[in-house]
């Protein structure tokens, strides 16, 4: 198919007829026709007013980042474009957005290879296959200023361009990983893997940007915990990142950080917890609240779904049998107690009406119930991680503390060894929709704080580096996935439901040069000694797995290549996100609209009421006792228009006799007929 | 097959006395067995249950201890067997009486008056109606039918089978081939509820009498107990309430609405003394019966090792009371705010819930009011993995649905009002019968709880208000044989099992109910299931004036009831007496439920790892951070814990590429390492 198009391009010469609609708005009026490659141009000019707006979302790019101190230094470089050579009118929007509308023989622009000392910010990677979660194409690339300028073949470049051959190999877009922990603090000490540590590895595994999670301590402000978060990932971070906020106390004060959060930080998604009891755990109650509240403002929320009562429960009691071991984790949280919680999450989110993102879908039941769901049409997304996609919980078992130890995470990884091959399946066919990697890494010395009681073990095991690989080693490699859904679900996915899409997770003009070349083919052997993480034992140890970056380009840098990292501390940008990510909230809203209950309108019951006793013994059984109606609700107003009268037999059990035992009020007009039983 | 085998049977009168059964002296005359019983003769002598034990101390013992039912022999004996020249001549007029009304009724003859003196020598200071004949029924147990004639006696079946050799004075009933099933246990009823200072209209008497009507001979009502208020002292007060007035047995559940030890106490000397094995538990209420997850998982621990079983009220409280204000909010004060607030998943939900903690603590589980297709698919796909839960729909969830909450005329609207509320899906009554019918639902109740206009009219202005009850328990056997068996989803069989048999096993008073065999009690019913009967509030037994059922057309229904032995409905006449209704206790640990739970114990002991005591290095931390640790357990302190004892005979030692991870090249700032003056032992080591 891809040839077809290729073919395409060999119509120069367009009579003006066809010279696309609406374009004189934007260009001049003698702008040239425009021309689009690849599978772009199916229909020539089709894309033009439908496809992403890159103008308006350019502008406002430019102004989030640099209030969010991000010196990245693009705006500069769009100036001296006029390097063209041939010469030829090239006409460039001031927002660096340019569509290169020139008529100019295909082979006046790339042949050249002149090379510039600043060439790394200019990059075209030719002959490669974009892998987007749509289609895959052919198609050359050219980056500048770390956006995506060009895509198509015989690109007019600039000159000093860097050249990336990538030989037919897939060009995917960077992965994004949604769940990490590189600055969790646990009982005072923290996290091996810090911003920097964390986002290098990162880097080496093709993934070019990470989403973080704010963890404050319960009664902290959520706001200084952001911004403690954010000032250590700017100073340490090498590829762009965003954050989640988890919510760790709900109480009102919390509802107005949110909301700074959403609306001046570009924070969209936040998590609250069903497990940590006495500690971050939310009641039901708490839960309806914070998901309303968070769906009112057109947040994500993301769920840690494990029931803590009974985990706490059952702590207690394998702690009084004597279990002190790590095995004592998996024995504790049995994976009923994640499906549990899922579900409830599940129906929590149906009612309100509030999208849930499950983190860390770890086994078989959880997934089920995640997939049952989305048949029935709830508006979930579930997430398993590297963890639970390539291992399973029976090293929980291992004689080794040490090692035992390392796999401890919540919810814990099922002792089920199928349960990674089901997870890629449901991966596969789109039932769980993003990969993360939970990776929080902790050092064995820190992992020994709980050498003689499990439940102190800080939790988290790695897996950004290896995330990309395993996916791809378990599920595109065994031919459960297609390269496409692979990008969708490592990369794509992710930025929809974080609405950062099209700007990440996809290959297209105006998008971030956050790209990956990407190695079918690569064989690599999993080991702490190799691996960028910190941590001293990786839980894959010893794995073999397929597939793996060739070439990393995060920003339009090439910053992994040949096997080695080029990475500069603190150049990750702060990516903020809007709320109400169209990916989840079209379906939200419709729903919001149809979903409204309505009440029956009736004429008012004015037949016998039972006289309760001013002050009942006990309560009412009907839980709503703080909504008395007798204050909130002003009194049915009585329809006129509504008739009691009716012309079935009414009084037809008027004479049969009343039974003892219950005492009527007769009002003074009598019973009216509203009452008769017919 | 049933006919052929009786002829047969008939025609063998002179047996030689070699034959006469072993063990026996030589006067007593070869017994007779009728029906499926005999296919081995004399196979049943010693194995059935020793009625006879059963009946000298039947009304005392049966107080206490009464699981002697299940055991010994069934050989009616004694005086009866002498008499057995007699009884031919009785039985031909009473057959021929029977076939002048036209052979389709149920004839009820007395032989007392016409057959002579001998009989009534038996008969010298009892009621003739204490001995009945059941001839020429067609038998249905939950395992199988056959025909046989059953003759009771002081309550209890003494004999079943052909040819029955019975002293005088008793009444015959012919049954002319109808069914004759085990009287129907409803397993849930609210009867005399007190509920804000008034009571449900129908009391002890009065809903017992609908029961009967109904074919119901059986009811196992709720005990509610204030929060906070004494457990045995309720239980006391119901017991009170229900041996003045009950028309039949009963027994009661006793739900615990509110938890500590006291309480723990208390449901322990229930369970011990006072002979209630089931107990109720609320997931919704919010702050007023409502259970936390810990404390369902302290109760149904509880409850599993003391051999009860937990029922629930499966709903999500604390949903409901948000959902409930912000229907109030919105202006919506009417009963659709009732099944607008209580959505069908927020009972899956907890029905999940419900059934993990269960499946946690090894403890059966019984969902009381499976109102929804939700919910009971949960059930089911529980049953499927293994889990040991009993779904229960009533009376209201087979036979209608929900959108009768829309209807203009509020006190209709009202007197749907129940939790869970019935499922504003139509399909859901065919559903629900289709997975009763599968086995997937076990039992069924009624959840009769009634309550007259007036009551209902206490939340008229405030859905949340309303007393929440239907009516059900007369209806309960002819609804579902009308939806069940009429449509030809369920076999008669199934139609016993779930209408009485599971019960009766569930309660642990299996085979004393819930089948007719010899010895067990004589509650039967005389199923006629061709009757059609309208229901209606104005021929209905219960006190309500309103009849969730109005206008539907039932086929089925009973023509004959006997509870205790007594005939109580025939005819379509009453006759009960109030006060005549025992309370019949029920032991912990049924085996319907518990053997697999027992044999789930043995497997599962959790076992920790032998390890070698961790000696590597020890982060530093602070134990008292800022936010407390994490994980949940702060309440067992590690200190507590006795450090798990070394294993000498467990190496260390180990040949794998040993301490390579010393070379590990980046040591991030933030990690202090405490370093063992020995160095790191090879434990740590990251093989």
Not at chain 1, 626 to 642: D, E, G, V, Y
Request: charged share 25%; hydrophobic share 35%; glycine share 10%.
């Amino acid at each position: 198919m891809s040839h077809f198009e290729r073919r395409c391009n060999k119509e120069e010469d367009l009579p003006v007829y066809l010279a696309r609609p609406g374009s004189a708005s934007q260009s001049a009026s003698q702008s040239p026709r425009q021309k689009s490659y690849g599978m772009f141009s199916s229909v020539e000019g089709a894309f033009e007013n439908k496809s992403i707006a890159l103008e308006s979302y350019c502008a406002q790019r430019k102004r989030s980042r640099s209030r969010e101190n991000l010196a990245d230094g693009d705006s500069g470089g769009s100036k001296d474009m006029g390097t063209v050579p041939s010469g030829k009118r090239v006409s460039l929007s001031l927002s660096e957005r340019l569509f290169f509308c020139d008529s100019s023989p295909p082979s006046s622009g790339i042949e050249r290879r002149a090379r510039r000392v600043r060439g790394s910010d200019r990059l075209l990677i030719k002959g490669g296959r974009v892998v987007n979660d749509d289609l895959s194409f052919f198609a050359d690339i050219y980056l500048e200023d770390g956006v995506i300028k060009q895509l198509g073949e015989n690109l007019i470049v600039p000159g000093g361009v860097k050249i990336i051959e990538a030989n037919g190999r897939m060009v995917i877009p960077g992965g994004i990983d949604v769940n990490t922990c590189l600055q969790k603090p646990y009982l005072g000490t923290q996290t091996v893997d810090d911003f920097f540590q964390g986002t290098k590895a990162a880097l080496a595994g093709g993934t070019t940007m990470i989403v973080d999670h704010v963890t404050p301590q319960p009664g902290a402000s959520l706001l200084q915990a952001f911004e403690k978060w954010q000032e250590a990932a700017d100073k340490k971070s090498c590829c762009d990142y965003s954050l989640h906020v988890d919510i760790p106390h709900w109480h009102e004060g919390v509802k107005e950080e949110l909301e700074v959060l959403v609306q001046e930080k570009g924070i969209n998604s936040f998590q609250v917890y069903m497990a940590y009891k006495d500690l971050y755990q939310m009641t039901d109650t708490q839960l309806y609240e914070a998901f309303s509240f968070l769906k009112e403002l057109g947040a994500v929320v993301l769920v840690h779904a494990e029931n803590g009562d009974l985990i706490a429960q059952e702590q207690s009691k394998i702690l009084g049998m004597g279990i002190t071991g790590p095995e004592g984790h998996a024995l504790s949280r049995p994976e009923e107690l994640e499906a549990e919680a899922v579900f409830r999450a599940i129906t929590l989110g149906n009612r309100v009406n509030c999208p849930v993102y499950i983190t860390k879908v770890m086994s078989k039941s959880a997934a089920d119930i995640v997939a049952l769901s989305r048949k029935k049409g709830s508006v979930v997304f579930g997430e398993p991680i590297t963890a639970s996609l390539a291992t399973d919980g029976t090293h929980y078992w291992s004689k080794n503390w040490a090692k035992a130890a390392a796999f401890v995470m919540s919810p814990p990884l099922s002792p089920d060894p199928t349960t990674p091959d089901h997870l890629n399946s449901l991966l596969a066919c789109g039932d769980l929709q993003v990969v993360g990697s939970a990776h929080c890494a902790y050092s064995t010395s820190q992992k020994a704080i709980g050498k003689d009681n499990f439940t102190l073990i800080p939790e988290g095991t790695n897996g950004v580096e290896e995330r990309m690989s395993f996916v791809w080693d378990k599920a595109v490699a065994v031919g459960k996935m297609d390269e496409n859904q692979f990008v969708a679900v490592s990369s794509t996915n992710a930025a929809k439901i974080f609405n950062l899409y099209p700007r990440k997770g996809r290959i297209a003009v105006g998008s971030d040069g956050d790209i990956v070349i990407w190695d079918p083919d690569k064989m690599k052997t999993i080991t702490a000694k190799t691996q960028q993480s910190a941590v001293e034992y990786n839980i894959f140890e010893g794995m073999e797995c397929r597939g793996g970056p060739l070439v990393v380009i995060s920003q339009g840098k090439i910053v992994y290549e040949d096997g080695k990292l080029h990475v500069q501390q603190g150049v990750g940008r702060f990516i903020p996100r809007k709320p109400f990510a169209d990916y989840i909230y079209q379906r939200i809203t419709m729903r919001s609209k149809t979903m409204a209950a309505r009440g029956v309108s009736r004429g008012m019951y004015d037949g016998p009421v039972y006289d309760i006793p001013a002050t009942p013994k006990y309560v009412t059984p009907a839980p709503s006792t703080k909504t008395s109606p007798a204050k909130n609700q002003p009194p049915p107003i009585r329809n006129l228009h509504q008739s009691n009268f009716s012309l079935s037999g009414a009084q037809v059990d008027d004479n049969v006799p009343r039974r003892s035992g219950h005492r009527i009020v007769a009002p003074p007009g009598g019973r009216s007929n509203i009452t008769s039983l017919g | 097959m049933a006919d052929r085998r009786r002829d047969w049977w008939d025609k063998e009168d002179d047996l030689p006395v070699y034959l006469a059964r072993p063990g026996t002296t030589d006067q007593v005359p070869r017994q007779k067995f009728g029906g499926m019983f005999c296919s081995v003769e004399g196979a049943y002598e010693s194995k059935t249950i020793d009625f006879d034990a059963l009946s000298v101390g039947q009304r005392s013992s049966r107080g206490a201890g009464q699981r002697a039912a299940a055991r010994g022999s069934a050989s009616p004996e004694g005086g009866e067997r002498e008499r057995e020249p007699e009884r031919e001549p009785e039985r031909e007029p009473p057959r021929e009486a029977a076939g002048q009304p036209g052979d389709r009724g149920v004839g009820i003859i007395s032989s007392t008056g016409g057959a002579g003196g001998k009989e009534l020598l038996q008969n010298l200071d009892d009621l003739g109606s204490d001995r009945l004949l059941i001839k020429g029924g067609r038998i249905v147990n939950d395992d199988q039918s056959f025909y046989a004639d059953i003759y009771m006696e002081d309550g209890l079946i003494k004999q079943i089978g052909d040819n029955l050799i019975v002293p005088g004075g008793v009444k015959i009933i012919e049954a002319n081939g109808k069914m004759v099933i085990p009287g129907g246990i409803d397993i849930h009823t609210h009867f005399q509820m007190p509920y804000r200072g008034t009571t449900t209209v129908d009391d002890f008497s009065q809903g017992t009498k609908a029961a009967l009507a109904g074919g119901t001979t059986m009811i196992v009502d709720h005990v509610i107990p204030d929060p906070g208020s004494s457990l045995i002292e309720a239980f006391d007060r119901w017991r009170e309430w229900a041996d003045e007035k009950a028309c039949c047995d009963y027994s009661l559940h006793v739900d615990i609405t509110h938890w500590n030890d006291s309480v723990k106490q208390e449901v322990e000397s229930l369970l011990k003394e006072k002979g209630v094995n089931s107990f109720q538990v609320y997931m919704a209420y919010k702050d007023l019966y409502q259970m936390s997850n810990s404390e369902l998982y302290e109760i149904f621990t509880f409850l599993g090792e003391m051999g009860g079983i937990v029922q629930v009220h499966a709903e999500n409280g604390e949903i409901i009371a948000e959902e409930q204000a912000r229907m109030l909010q919105m202006g919506i004060t009417g009963p659709e705010g009732h099944v607008l607030s209580r959505p069908e998943e927020l009972e899956a939900e907890a029905v999940f819930r419900a059934i993990t903690i269960a499946s946690q603590t090894n403890c059966p589980l019984y969902v009381t009011k499976v109102m929804s297709k939700s919910a009971a698919d949960i059930i089911s796909q529980a049953r499927k993995k293994g889990n040991v839960v009993f779904g229960e729909p009533i009376t209201a969830s087979l036979g209608t649905d929900g959108t009768h909450y829309w209807s203009k005329n509020w006190a209709k609207a009202a007197s749907f009002v129940t939790s869970p509320p019935l499922s504003p899906d139509p399909t859901t009554p065919d559903y629900l019968n289709t997975l009763l019918a599968s086995g997937d639902l076990t039992l069924t109740g009624s959840a009769h709880c009634a309550f007259s206009v007036a009551q209902k009219a206490i939340g008229k202005d405030d859905f949340t208000q309303i007393p929440e009850g239907v009516n059900g328990v007369e209806e309960r056997m002819s609804l579902i044989w009308d939806k069940a068996v009429v449509t030809g989803k369920m076999d008669e069989n199934t139609f016993v099992a779930v209408t009485s048999t599971n019960a009766a096993k569930l309660l642990n008073l299996y085979p004393r109910k819930g089948r007719i065999a010899v010895g067990s009690d004589s509650d039967l019913v005389i199923w006629d299931s061709d009757a059609i009967r309208t229901v209606t509030a104005k021929t209905h037994h219960s006190a309500a004036e309103y009849n969730v059922f109005e206008g539907m057309e039932l086929r089925g229904a009973p023509l004959v009831v006997i509870c205790q032995g007594k005939i109580v409905l025939e005819d379509g006449k009453l006759q009960a007496t109030a006060g005549s209704g025992r309370f019949i206790p029920c032991s912990p640990f049924p085996d319907f439920a518990y053997k697999r739970i027992k044999a789930r114990k043995q497997l599962a002991v959790l076992r920790a790892v032998p390890r070698g005591m961790y000696d590597g290095p020890v982060s530093d931390f602070s134990p008292m951070s800022r936010g407390g640790t994490p994980s949940a357990s702060a309440r067992t302190s590690p200190t507590k814990q006795t450090p798990p004892v070394r294993n000498l005979h467990q190496s260390g030692f180990s040949l794998a590429g040993a301490p390579s991870t010393e070379e590990t090249p980046i040591r991030p700032a933030g990690r202090r390492i405490v370093v063992p003056p020995g160095g790191r032992s090879n434990i740590t080591s990251l093989s």
